[in-house]
């Protein structure tokens, strides 16, 4: 009576808590509903009471507060005879807490920000003793004693980085809290007292102060007769029965690496989801979100296969690609040739090498040659026809310093340099269809005199087209070259607008959005009509052609409508394939991470084959067809809509010359001086286009881009 009376001459009130969320795991899933990734702060899944196994709930209040029942806001007589005892000491000598007052304090751990606050949240003194008394009130007049446990057990370290029963009944014997034993439930309920001391994964005298700590237990059920002696002495006879299962998280640990990179950083860049990036990490990593993704495991398992036909894990060049849906922007596929981690013994990536830095990337390979079809879409949205064309020698020069003007109206053309085809001599003339499937270098700078720089410059950005570093783009006179490093995400999302008949949709990697409450927000495409449709068809019209007559033809097509386009850069730095169907539209690089211009694609063995020269055709056009047969499988072949003829056929004032007559004694004269230059390319020395790209922006060096087409077969079958 004596003890009872000092308490309450302490004059104790109830105080509000403020109990803030507890940090929850986020969880990506992929489009099917499989589980491809979580983040962290801690490894915790809140369940309701009623999915504890009852045993556990037992062991618990066995150990911990055996009268949590029957005692009142506080337990009268085992906090006050630790207090008297602790009064007389000096000093907090003896513990007496109820789990309401355990619940109290780790909710104080966890709301503290800073090492000091998380101290004083546990410091052995009277007077934070006295608070957690004052909160433990509020918090019995607030709530049953049934959800005070169910709180409890959510919060609870239980050690080896298990927060919460349901986290640690996974983590140390791999199976729901609803499915725990006596042996196992004992084991946890020991735990709780002193993590640091008994966590298992830390070593063997941990875990025998465990076993040690849960035979306790056993023993004090047995004493309250919750179990018989009997059934106490069975399971003391037992192993401690440690499974030790991670709990990963992060994407390093997933399956789909750089596409978990995406959306992380997806998240982290969108004030949506915080006012600023700390707030939005730490949603992420405690925020409990289910985050239901675009990645289609199909297709992530047809790129990454074809990846691994043609470049090795251990190659110094890296392959990667994407797959974007036309219309709606869903990135389905992002695949690479390296394994994501920072170990460079084992040759991982350690950024996202298939997206822009703005989604954890680098800086990009230069496109190449696959910026060629944004000079083209300009010149037949302005009228261009497909017969139109230039003469193309194998060298142009700009005619003066005014021959190119960026978008402010500056000269950047440059007189003195020289952009060529494959060697010197003549390019013959050539059309917007000849002069696409040749990729020929000196023809794109004659179509890109004619149309405008910076009009190029306007329709690429209207397509999406962005550095993969975030700086703006090189408005220099090779830009139709492809000199602006960019990324496979951007590029595929770029040449699906063709698809798409000329809607532009921002790449999308996340569909929906369940919080802790069960609030689901959906994302939809965001998508804008950019290109008329009739100049988005007759792009694909020449496109498809790429296959049959241009830079892939010997590796030909997958058997539906298709329409694409090699890139190669100078001196053989990176080559790209990107191309289309109107289902899915893909990109994929090729390039040496380490530094193009010291790491060129010239006399390297990658996926265990030498190449003397690697072109766009070579392997990244492979498997972006390889890729796209299996990504395709069960889905219904679709065509691209008919060219209007009446609109872009023909030509207008730049058509081709018309063939000199023969004589009739002709014998055929020169092989190499025929003149049907439509049908059949110009000689030898016409392969592409590898010539330099003229002058770019990064560290005022060269911005040299191109396309190595494959070599040319003559009429007589020499190459």
Known sequence: MSTKTAVEGLNLKPEELDEPPLPERTELYDADGNKIAQF????????????????????????????FYQHGPIDVEGTARALMKNLTSGGVTQGGSSITQQYVKQVLVNKAETPEEQAAAIAPTISRKLTELRYAMAIEEKYTKDQILEKYLNIAYFGAGAHGIQAAAKRFF???????????????????QNPARTDPNVSAE??????????????????????????????????????????PGGCEASKYPYFCLYVQYEILNNEDFGKNREERRKLLQRGGLQIKTTLDPKMQAAAEKAIRKYVSPKDKPVASQAMVVPGTGEIKAMAASRKF??????????YNIVADAAHGGGH??????????????????????????????????????????????????????????????????????TGT????????????????????????????????????????????????????????????????????????????????????????????????????????GILSGVFTKGTMTEVGGIGRDAAGKTGTTDNYMSAWFSGYTPNLASAVSLGDPRGTSAHKLIGVTIGGRYYPYVYGSSIS??????????????????????????RFGGCTDHCAPKPKKKKKDDDGGNPFDFFDRDQFGDGPQDRGDRGRGGWGDNDRGRGRAGDNGPPFTMPDGRR
């Open 437 to 540: 499937w040749g990729s020929v270098n000196t023809f794109f700078m004659r179509l890109q005199e004619k149309v405008g720089l910076c009009d190029v410059v306007k329709m690429a950005k209207k397509l999406g087209v962005k550095r993969a570093d975030g700086q703006k783009l090189s408005e220099v006179e090779t830009f139709t070259l492809g000199v602006n490093e960019v990324d496979p995400v951007t590029i595929a999302s770029s040449y699906a607008v063709f698809a798409s008949r000329g809607k532009y949709c921002k790449p999308l990697a996340i569909t929906e959005i369940k919080d802790r409450n069960g609030k689901v927000k959906q994302y939809k495409p965001k998508c804008n009509q950019v290109l008329e449709e009739e100049v988005a068809d007759a792009v694909s």
């Open 621 to 646: 056009g492979r498997i972006w067809k390889d890729s796209m047969i299996q990504a395709l499988k069960g889905i219904e072949p679709a065509e691209f809509k008919p060219v209007d003829k009446s």
């Open 174 to 192: 791999d199976k729901p809290a609803s499915k725990l034993n006596l042996t196992e439930a004992a084991t946890l309920a020991g735990a709780v």
């Open 206 to 247: 941990s875990r025998q102060r465990l076993l040690e700590r849960r035979n306790i237990v056993l023993d004090r059920m047995a004493e309250l007769g919750k179990i018989t002696p009997q059934e106490a002495a069975k399971a003391k006879k037992k192993k401690l029965g440690f499974k030790d299962v991670k709990a």
């Open 40 to 67: 962290y702060f801690e490894n915790r899944e809140s369940v309701t009471l009623d999915k504890v196994a009852p045993i556990m709930r037992e062991a618990l209040i066995a150990i911990e507060d055996f009268r």
């Open 341 to 350: 981690g920072r170990s460079k013994k084992k040759n991982e990536m350690s």
């Open 364 to 433: 990009g390979f230069q496109q190449g040659s696959t910026a060629k079809v944004y000079t083209l879409a300009a010149a037949l949205e302005e009228g261009l026809k497909y017969g139109d064309g230039f003469p193309s020698p194998a060298g142009y020069k700009a005619r003066g310093y005014s021959t190119f003007k960026n978008c402010k109206g500056q000269n950047v053309g440059d007189p003195s340099h020289t952009v060529r085809n494959s060697s010197e001599g003549g390019g013959g003339f050539k059309t917007l269809e």
